[in-house]
């Protein structure tokens, strides 16, 4: 039997996301598979940890695409990539509080990502759709945010899945939008 190392993978995210210092033990349990099996996929943590941040690199790049970004008025292209990012939202919480990917060299997916998605705040801005006064970085950083607390919250069940990307999407722009009255 085949290991479905994105299965693996997303569990080991979820129990990271909860218990940051889980033992590879704690893992392959919560995978539903054996420290002997984890670590011959796995060399240790740091390379389970690499591998997360490639998955959640790779699943938010393909949200992107799906999302159409570069496509529509910039609000309906936020709202898209927040519904397409949403099934990642798990991981992309792990990572996004994951210190240990800071001490190192950033791998170059985060500023492609980081590239396309201020890109799409930027059109807003230019667009006279989003705030101007807030810059496009943290507008960047603000939507992470809002998907990683978006995820804790549907997992500790506080906030209903089926309701994430309205909330997120709601929250953001609705700070992000330009208004008349302001």
Not at 19 to 31: C, F, N, R, V, Y
Not at 131 to 149: K, N, Q
């Amino acid at each position: 039997m085949s290991l479905d190392r994105e299965r693996v993978l997303r569990a080991a995210a979820a129990l990271l996301t909860r218990k940051s210092t889980a033992s590879l033990d704690e893992i392959a349990k919560a995978a539903g598979i054996s420290r002997a099996t984890l670590h011959r996929h796995f060399a240790g943590r740091d390379a389970l940890v690499r591998a997360l941040e490639q998955l959640g690199i790779e699943q938010f790049e393909r949200a992107l695409d799906e999302a159409r970004t570069d496509e529509g008025d910039a609000a309906g292209a936020l709202r898209r990539l927040i519904a397409h990012a949403e099934p990642v939202a798990g991981i992309l919480s792990f990572l996004y509080c994951e210190n240990q990917l800071f001490e190192g060299e950033i791998d170059e997916g985060w500023n492609r990502l980081d590239a396309r998605v201020h890109a799409l705040f930027v059109r807003g801005q230019q667009e006279g759709a989003f705030r101007i006064d807030l810059s496009p970085a943290w507008l960047t950083d603000a939507l992470y945010g809002l998907i990683a607390s978006g995820a804790w919250a549907v997992h500790d069940g506080r906030v209903a899945a089926k309701d994430l990307t309205r909330m997120v999407s709601e929250l953001l722009l609705g700070g992000a939008q330009r208004r008349a009255d302001r």
